[in-house]
């Protein structure tokens, strides 16, 4: 190969990739692949990827990089790649184009990686895989995008045939001039194109729907924790006020969206641990099933949606929303790495969802029920980190990836957690047989027996996380359980029996 070429001025380096020896010599009349990265052989974008794992090292990060934009784009690249620390190992890329790259490169097919991503992580990605006799990347004076990556092309391959492996518009005009083009998970207008400008010989579709994926991004699944901003207007006998029971309809919309927004910011700022996960690695993002862009892109318009009607709430309800994102964005950013402040974190969350529900209500709730939802949501976080280290000690990994819990922690955070779901119990029934409690029923005697209710399902609740049965989010078991629709209706109906 023309090693020299990369001395010429202006002009992207090549390298020989570390396993590309051994290569069998392709015959003459076989055209070299050159394969793009971004969105090709790797369904992300690893630039933003570096990026986001720059600021969740450190938010203040954001400003150097915006500096080194201003320089250009490859200064950017430059700046993040040092910051930056991404497992080639663990990203997620397009098996199937993989598995046709192996069978090319058995038949004796040159292969070539040609990318405008960082050189480090481009060499690290061809290293890996063992596939590429060499590897093309931009400089800091040449940025392999575009025209530009045609024109390395025609350097490197002078009048030689070529094939080109790719996925965007800008990719079309390379399409143009090779003998075949490969398109890559590609959008259906850039295909159509590529048909009418080229030979293409094989197409990789991806088998995904992004609308449907973003909306399994947004966990819409988990807004039924947002009817905690219920039970106040159910506990103070205000439900059949419209006026009181339409704010807190709307409340319970903002901080659906809002929670949303808090879902896909913190599984991009998650995405190196959710793949190191057996069952994260699933979620949209990680798995590359949904453009990161598109995260970005929805991020803010869901919190547009979500603070635009705070302007008919009450301010108090708009500081407790900003309270909630504050500590979600923080969860985000520091608290998940922190041994317990953690939970503590996400019980808290579900406690301001209540007090959310009295300030848009305007109905008084008991201290002793704030208490009793630290108690228990602290109980169902502890769940969620005891499931989560169970699954981990199924693989080798003896620590969990972004956190600083430990296997061996398991026994002694489901301890605590259990202890905390018996104090919800105990407050629970102080909170019953409490004076506000017998001004608000009839028969307040009756509610007592809600206590053994909660009790059993929180007990088997943990039960069942103790055999593996709770795939970490106890929320998201519960929707699946039918004992929890049962014990649900049993509590309704003593409520009821109450009255």
Not at 142 to 165: H, S, T, V, W
Not at 176 to 195: D, G, Y
Not at 465 to 492: N, W
Request: charged fraction near 20%; aromatic fraction near 10%; glycine fraction near 6%.
């Amino acid at each position: 190969m023309p090693n020299d070429m990369n001395t010429m001025r202006g002009e992207a380096s090549f390298q020989p990739a570390e396993n590309g020896a051994g290569v069998s010599a392709a015959p003459p009349d076989v055209a070299t692949h050159f394969v793009d990265l971004d969105g090709t052989l790797v369904k992300t974008d690893l630039l933003i990827e570096e990026l986001l794992d720059s600021l969740k090292k450190n938010p203040w990060y954001l400003f150097g990089s915006l500096r080194s934009l201003l320089k250009g784009r490859q200064c950017l690249k430059e700046h993040v790649g040092r910051l930056a620390t991404i497992d080639v190992t663990s990203l997620p890329y397009q098996s199937q184009f993989v598995e046709f790259l192996a069978q090319e490169r058995a038949n004796g097919r040159e292969l070539v990686l040609l990318t405008a991503a960082n050189g480090r992580i481009a060499n690290q990605i061809a290293a890996h895989l063992g596939l590429f006799s060499g590897v093309l990347t931009s400089d800091d004076r040449f940025n392999l995008k575009g025209r530009n990556k045609l024109e390395r092309i025609k350097q490197f391959q002078g009048e030689k045939p070529f094939d080109y492996a790719g996925n965007a518009p800008a990719d079309l005009e390379i399409w143009k001039c090779a003998r075949n083009a490969i398109v890559v998970n590609a959008a259906p207008s850039v295909l159509n194109r590529a048909r009418k400008l080229a030979q293409v010989s094989h197409v990789f579709a991806s088998d995904t729907t992004p609308f449907k994926t973003l909306l399994k991004a947004l966990r819409p699944h988990q807004w039924v924790k947002n009817l905690l901003l219920f039970v106040p207007l159910i506990a103070a006998h205000h439900l059949n006020d419209v006026n009181r029971l339409l704010s807190t309809c709307v409340g319970f919309v903002i901080f659906s969206l809002c929670a949303s927004s808090a879902y896909l910011l913190n599984d991009l700022l998650d995405l190196r641990a959710d793949r190191s996960n057996p069952t994260k690695c699933r979620r949209p993002f990680a798995s590359g099933d949904l453009d990161i862009r598109i995260g970005l892109g929805v991020i803010p318009l869901l919190l547009l949606g979500s603070f635009v009607p705070l302007l008919f709430l009450p301010p108090a309800f708009t500081a407790t929303l900003l309270l909630y994102y504050t500590l979600t964005l923080g969860y985000s950013f520091y608290a998940k790495a922190i041994v317990m402040l953690d939970v503590v974190v996400l019980a808290s969350l579900y406690t301001i969802r209540v007090f959310a529900g009295s300030i848009v209500a305007n109905a008084v709730i008991s201290q002793w029920l704030l208490a009793f939802c630290m108690f228990a949501f602290f109980s169902l976080a502890m769940i969620k980190r005891v499931s989560e280290l169970r699954n981990l000690a199924k693989t080798a990994n003896a620590k969990t990836e972004g956190r600083g819990y430990l296997v061996a922690d398991r026994e002694q955070l489901a301890a605590l957690g259990a202890a905390s779901g018996c104090c919800s119990v105990l407050v629970l029934a102080l909170y019953v047989s409490s004076d506000a409690v017998a001004k608000l029923y009839s028969h307040p005697e009756r509610l007592w027996l809600i206590c053994p209710i909660v009790f059993y399902w929180i007990s088997r609740m943990w039960l069942l996380a103790h055999r593996g049965m709770v795939q970490e989010d106890p929320i998201v078991f519960a929707l699946g359980d039918k004992t929890s629709y049962v014990v649900a209706t049993l509590i309704a109906v003593t409520l009821v029996l109450a009255l």
